[in-house]
């Protein structure tokens, strides 16, 4: 008898159990699960890092962690940080996290390692019908801690010295450090002086009073300035855009564009070497908040493409035929600088880059690359960046983590068809997984 009643007991509780599985809300089950599977993340301090810290946050599963802990963990799926220094890649778990810096990235980013890059590959590719020349400045690189004159400085010394001159030092940023020279005679006389004293040069002293050449620029770049900028309302511009290195292995390079950075000065010649007249000349937003008028006209100073696009065509005739080759000559930039990085990239899964380029226009509406950047700014100072930004950043986590989820490996199937990745605004220039490069095509 009282097996039966346990018996019946044992009945109850399974058939309990089955009622409660069957009306558990499946919300609440799917929440518990991935509860025990949390993606913790990191987000260094600076450059606007509640962007990323904030779109995280907001999906399932995602958790913050502190930054005490977060600093020197390693227990981490995904990490955002402003420079490698805050990387220990040694500790890196390949295929199993996610950070958002390449190990080398500074062959594209350093503004002396781009030229090298280039430079070799175009020299084992000589067949190329485009190359640098077509949207490169013509640009020298000096090192005034070696006595011995380089093959570059040679012919830099070889120049025209009816040219205006740009020197920009080789490890900052933000337009830090950089100097104008319309003197080429006085730049090349000085740089040859330094040389000589090279020994002087590297302990940062021997730098002549009042001199181009500052401690600064003890290594740089010389570059010859565009003199028949594009103008917009007689204000001088460049195009913010950006190049994301989604996967290195296999390697995916997407093109996105951002806005434009306008002076708050009106353009003109007249002494350019004078450091007051910098604002008239460097479009970069981090110069240009330094002007004391940025604080009432900064709206100005930050326009959109679609802005760019209406001004052409109304106050300059620009065909909209026109405008698509001015965007696809800068996609042809940034799929060539690829093609000329791919075989140098240290490529390890669950890595990516997130770089911001600068692009010129001048008055034939031919395009250059200025440069290119690591870590791009992502303050939301105005209207149109405010507009512009957030997209780029949560489309780049979006399909970076997309990539690098373990039920989606191996990705190679999903690079074999791109327009089934939901790739927001983003276009493929390079793709190695079916051997793309739209410059090659």
């Not at 190990?103 to 390692?113: R, V």
């Not at 004159?149 to 120049?159: A, G, P, R």
């Not at 990085?341 to 880059?353: M, V």
Request: glycine share 4%.
């Amino acid at each position: 008898m009282q097996q039966t009643q346990r018996g019946r007991k044992i009945k109850k509780s399974q058939s309990s159990k089955k009622i409660r599985s069957q009306t558990e809300d499946p919300k609440k089950k799917s929440l518990n699960k991935r509860a025990l599977c949390l993606k913790y993340f990191f987000v260094g301090p600076g450059n606007n890092g509640k962007l990323i810290s904030n779109y995280l946050s907001q999906q399932l599963g995602w958790k913050l962690l502190d930054a005490e802990s977060g600093k020197s963990s390693n227990d981490f799926y995904l990490k955002w940080v402003q420079t490698n220094s805050e990387i220990q890649f040694q500790y890196f778990k390949e295929g199993q996290q996610i950070i958002n810096h390449l190990p080398n990235h500074m062959i594209l980013t350093s503004k002396q390692l781009i030229i090298q890059t280039m430079k070799e590959y175009e020299r084992q590719n000589k067949q190329l019908q485009f190359n640098s020349t077509h949207f490169f400045p013509e640009t020298y690189r000096i090192d005034l801690t070696q006595e011995f004159l380089s093959n570059e400085e040679d012919q830099f010394l070889k120049t025209d010295n009816s040219a205006i001159w740009i020197i920009k030092p080789t490890y900052f940023n933000c337009g830090r450090g950089i100097k104008l020279c319309s003197n080429a005679k006085k730049l090349k006389q000085e740089f040859q002086k330094l040389k000589q004293i090279s020994n002087s040069i590297k302990a940062s002293k021997g730098f002549l009073p009042n001199g181009i050449f500052t401690p600064n620029l003890r290594k740089c770049i010389v570059q010859k300035y565009i003199q028949n900028p594009l103008l917009l309302d007689g204000r001088k511009f460049d195009i913010r855009c950006y190049v994301l290195v989604a996967t290195s292995r296999p390697l995916l390079v997407l093109f996105q564009h951002g806005y434009l950075r306008l002076s708050v000065d009106k353009y003109n010649v007249e002494d350019m070497d004078d450091e007051k007249n910098r604002y008239k000349h460097l479009t970069n937003a981090a110069v240009q908040k330094k002007h004391p008028s940025f604080n009432s006209s900064k709206e100005s100073t930050i326009w959109s493409m679609q802005q760019l696009e209406q001004y052409l065509k109304d106050k300059m005739n620009v065909t909209q035929e026109q405008i698509d080759k001015i965007y696809l000559q800068m996609k042809r930039i940034f799929a060539h600088i690829t093609r000329c990085a791919a075989d140098k990239f240290e490529k390890r899964l669950g890595t990516f880059e997130l770089m911001g380029c600068d692009i010129m226009i001048d008055t034939n509406l031919k395009v250059y690359l200025i440069e290119m950047n690591t870590n791009p700014a992502l303050f939301l100072d105005t209207t149109t960046q405010a507009q512009v930004i957030p997209p780029v950043v949560q489309q780049t986590l979006d399909l970076v983590i997309y990539l690098n989820d373990e039920k989606n490996k191996p990705i190679d199937k999903y690079l074999q068809n791109t327009s089934k990745l939901k790739l927001g605004n983003w276009e493929v220039i390079h793709n190695e997984t079916i051997n793309y490069n739209l410059v090659a095509q």
